[in-house]
């Protein structure tokens, strides 16, 4: 089992990876684009095309993402408008919501090719919708395509060598390949050695909303080849040390998001099913002591999201064996799956990439993200100023939220127990972060984003407001607005609102500015609007029609 020397972070880490990252990055392996669309009724069960999948494949995937979207616990991907961050991007330019499943595929890369890291080789999609081949022809390449054809099925690929292909199965399942070379293995496999092998492996997972299974004597053959190189020789991680890796023939996962998020990982072996029983019943025990050792030590200071969520996890999991089968299982209640997406959403979204207006809106959706996970940890938004450990020293709401924007190393870095413009902390405020910064902003350092602080408002709660005193519609409620202002990001200091003054917010814009809205959108407001307008969707509270 791992050394006790590793630290407690990075035995996390490595859970994480091994728990949650194993199923859930599956589904932000690719691009996502346009959640917003209506939702269907699936009418008949998922068919996937595992058939396709050669025997000696490292692993195959699959996700049923119009059930994934349909889940309650999943809003956030729909909420979250990924458009705004790469709109040129996407699933081939396919709605999401009309695909019924992706089947992943990764191949055994050839002898030359073995130092490198195995990526998604094949991806099969099916989707409700008829196909617009011209417009996947398209997204597929800037390039022209060309029809070829092997072994009498004809396919499309780009002039490079060896370069991407595209087979339409039929008008509603097609084939992306990113070489050439490995579409041929597909139809070779169609055509000449079909088999149900990769249906029969995944069989104990198939009714999961997400699973995938891994031909561990593949994955370990690539392992070894690519151990060669100095760097693996003398890495500090050895997978081949441990039962879970040297004994199982296969991995299985399933992950099923209804009501919570519930997980198990299957290893199948012909011997040695109690080693690897052990090796992970001892790897969760240690696992949990070590939390509570963490706790014990600093038991003033809160959780952070991760680590509730990985202690949760760790909490439910359970160690179980039947045969040359061990199972480990765990889940995740409704609240925190919502919550672990969101932080996926947070951590995985790249950067913005589109014009600047769009651009600040990404900010203010990724800022809004991060309150509603605040939110969801401690049951209230942030207090526009918070108190640090003497209870009189002033820190920003920004500064607070760090962790949840994906900065918990320069948060650790932050001060707490000095004031903003401390000789440390004015270090700080010289960092930018992005998601505080206007792209048309002249001083980085200087935050465009600003709570608005008064009785009623969403910040007017010294002690945080609760989502339960926001009354009024979600998707009307004004939580922050963007503003020019030179107030360096680090400074607690936003913008007073007495319910009567009329506000100026924007200064970027001359027809206006954006907002971010309670339900986690934003939303472009006119300068032209009715200022009682914009006064009651400051008024989380007061119930009145904001339209």
């Not at 000696?56 to 990924?82: D, G, N, Y």
């Not at 997204?139 to 292909?165: H, M, N, R, Y």
């Not at 969520?309 to 061990?326: C, D, I, M, P």
Request: glycine share 4%; aromatic share 8%; with cysteine.
């Amino acid at each position: 089992m791992l050394d006790y020397q590793i630290s407690f972070q990075d035995r996390c880490q490595t859970f994480r990876i091994f728990m949650v990252g194993f199923s859930i990055t599956w589904l932000l392996l690719f691009p996502l684009e346009r959640l917003y669309a209506q939702e269907k009724t699936i009418n008949k069960e998922d068919s996937f095309h595992l058939d396709l999948v050669p025997e000696e494949a490292v692993s195959a995937s699959v996700i049923r993402v119009a059930r994934l979207l349909q889940e309650p616990v999943a809003q956030p991907l729909k909420v979250f408008a990924f458009d705004d961050y790469h709109p040129q991007f996407g699933l081939l330019g396919l709605n999401l919501t009309e695909i019924q499943s992706l089947t992943l595929i990764h191949l055994q890369l050839q002898p030359a090719q073995r130092n490198r890291l195995p990526r998604t080789d094949v991806l099969i999609v099916q989707a409700r919708q008829k196909l617009d081949r011209a417009q996947l022809r398209k997204k597929l390449s800037s390039g022209k395509l060309v029809e070829t054809s092997f072994q009498g099925t004809s396919f499309l690929t780009d002039s490079a060598p060896d370069g991407v292909a595209l087979l339409f199965l039929d008008d509603h399942t097609f084939v992306h390949a990113s070489k050439t070379s490995f579409l041929k293995r597909i139809i070779d496999q169609s055509q000449n050695q079909p088999n149900r092998i990769w249906t029969d492996r995944l069989q104990p997972v198939s009714s999961a909303t997400i699973f995938s299974g891994v031909n561990m004597q593949a994955a370990r053959t690539q392992e070894e080849a690519g151990a060669n190189s100095k760097r693996d020789r003398t890495r500090f991680f050895n997978p081949s040390q441990f039962s879970v890796w040297k004994y199982p023939d296969l991995i299985l996962q399933g992950t099923s998001i209804q009501d919570q998020l519930t997980m198990e990982l299957i290893f199948e072996q012909q011997d040695h099913s109690l080693e690897v029983k052990q090796s992970l019943s001892k790897f969760v025990d240690m696992m949990q002591e070590l939390i509570a050792r963490s706790q014990a030590s600093n038991p003033s200071q809160p959780a952070q999201p991760d680590n509730r969520l990985f202690e949760e996890a760790l909490n439910n999991a359970l160690v179980s064996r039947s045969g040359n089968r061990v199972k480990l299982a765990t889940s995740l209640n409704s609240r925190s799956c919502n919550e672990l997406i969101k932080n996926i959403i947070t951590a995985y979204t790249p950067p913005p990439v589109v014009a600047r207006r769009p651009d600040s809106k990404t900010n203010l959706k990724r800022i809004m993200l991060a309150l509603l996970n605040y939110e969801a940890t401690y049951r209230h938004l942030p207090p526009a100023v918070v108190m640090g450990p003497d209870g009189k020293t002033p820190h920003s709401w920004r500064v607070e939220i760090l962790p949840y924007l994906g900065h918990a190393a320069l948060y650790r870095q932050y001060r707490m127990n000095e004031p903003w413009d401390s000789e440390h902390n004015l270090k700080i405020a010289q960092t930018v972060v992005p998601e505080f910064r206007h792209p048309d902003s002249e001083i980085p350092e200087n935050s465009c984003y600003f709570a608005v602080i008064g009785e009623g408002t969403a910040f007017g709660n010294p002690k945080g407001v609760a989502s339960k005193e926001i009354s009024d519609n979600h998707s009307k409620a004004i939580i922050i607005v963007e503003a020019k202002r030179e107030i360096p990001w680090t400074k607690p200091e936003d913008i007073s609102y007495d319910g009567k003054k009329q506000l100026e917010f924007g200064g970027f814009q001359e027809d206006g500015y954006h907002v971010g809205m309670f339900d986690g959108s934003a939303q472009f407001i006119s300068g032209m609007i009715d200022k009682e307008i914009i006064k009651s969707m400051l008024m989380i509270g007061d119930g009145q029609p904001q339209e």
